[in-house]
């Protein structure tokens, strides 16, 4: 198979109460899962079984919907559960954090922003906080499963942390308090995993 799910980095119950195990095993088991096998569906065959996630999606435009849905399914995924921990939450340090508040004049601007990007989100899609050119930083969202990566976005970037706001990510513990689930995210955010990703991006 051209593309696989890398294992959770965490038990699937290490993120209660923020995100409960039942959750975490159908969202990553089965939502996950099936974005990876249909992924794999649509490249068989192809030269894109071959190519890179990342190059995939930086030409979206000229492949298929089911590429386009499916291969960012399987990359915001990947980026989320990399991005999340048990020992999570705090705030950034360092060059993340400078890059931060110069966008967004602290850390509290930049959770403000942020979670108003995926609280207003309508429908299904996802909140991003992204490097842009010179190793500045921003907030955008996307619907669907689309991302930043994407040609077709409307704002580009390399995403460094991303928030599922689908309600196939929050239903089952949060129902229709996509507020709570958004300010829950905040106490598991993985910092230094984001700021790797960061130095690697900028
Ligand atoms: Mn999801």
Redesign the pocket.
Known sequence: MAFSQNPLPYAENALEPHIDQKTMNI?YGK??AGYVKKLNDAVEGSDLANASIEDILKNVSNHSTKVRNNGGGHYN?SLFWEVLSPNGGGEPTGALLEAINSKFGSYDGFKEKFSEAAATRFGSGWAWLIVTDGGAVDVTSTPNQDNPLMDIAEVKGTPILGL?V?E??YYLNYQNRRPDYISAFFNIVNWSKVAELYEKAK
């Open positions: 969202h939502h996950h995924h599922d689908w196939h990510a």
